[in-house]
């Protein structure tokens, strides 16, 4: 049984501070990492994605993959308010497959 | 930018009617995938297809069907719709020919079957 794991939330960040995401998943042949975020009532929209170990950075967002430890982080720098959302973490052993989808994290950006 | 598009955004049906969900992409992708989300589990595949007329069933298939007649087109067919479908519905593709693409999502088909 395939299982990405988020902490529900909600977490509270304070505007201008850094947001950091974690996420773990079971399993160990899983290629393709994706972080998506997803406003209440919306889609999922693509934010970052990584597939070697160590970091991205992507303006403001930088993910973070550790595969040994079966671990993705998403670090927000300067959140924002319109940060604000439903964050997911989605795992693949890449090809034809799908996604396996965390939860997701509800985070909040207080002004 | 990636374009896919769910004929509905809200639809409302009765219980043991046949419903079609329909999800169109603009972008000559390979691969295209159902999902439904519904709140405390998340996402969850339903079905995917890898090519015209391929399907694969996903984590959760049953009482679903799929079509994939053309490359651009997926359907989903709920063929007698239960209240324990009423979910919203996410339709995603993505291209297979360099390497793993991430997948672009349409809006959403949010379905009640009353």
């Known amino acids: 049984q395939k299982e990405v794991e988020q902490n529900s939330g909600p977490l509270s960040v304070p505007e201008g501070a850094i947001a950091s995401l974690n996420c773990t998943y079971s399993?160990?042949?899983?290629?393709?990492f994706f972080w998506y975020r997803q406003y209440s009532g919306k889609s999922p929209e693509l934010i970052m994605f990584?597939?070697?170990?160590g970091d991205k950075e992507d303006g403001r967002f930088t993910a973070q993959l550790n595969k040994a430890s079966q671990y993705v982080s998403l670090l927000i720098r300067d959140s924002q308010p319109s940060d604000s959302a439903t964050y997911l973490c989605?795992?693949?052993?890449?090809?034809?497959?799908?996604?396996?989808f965390g939860k997701g994290t509800h985070l909040i950006i207080q002004p | 930018d990636v374009k896919v598009t769910q004929s509905s955004r809200y639809l409302v049906k009765r219980t043991g009617e046949k419903v079609f969900l329909e999800c169109v992409q603009d972008?000559?992708?390979?691969?295209m995938f159902w999902y439904r989300q519904d709140p405390g589990l998340g996402l969850r595949l339903i079905y995917f297809?890898?090519?015209?007329?391929?399907?694969e069933k996903g984590d959760i298939p049953e009482g679903y069907s799929v079509s994939r007649e053309k490359k651009e087109r997926f359907s989903l067919i709920l063929e007698s719709a239960s209240t324990n479908q009423t979910s919203m519905y996410l339709c995603a593709s993505r291209r297979t020919d360099r390497g793993n693409q991430p997948q672009h999502f349409g809006d959403g088909t949010r379905l009640s079957i009353l």
């Open positions: 297809s890898y090519d015209v007329k391929m399907k």
């Open positions: 990584i597939y070697s170990n």
């Open positions: 399993d160990r042949g899983s290629q393709s």
């Open positions: 972008m000559d992708h390979e691969n």
């Open positions: 989605a795992v693949t052993r890449g090809g034809a497959d799908g996604l396996t």
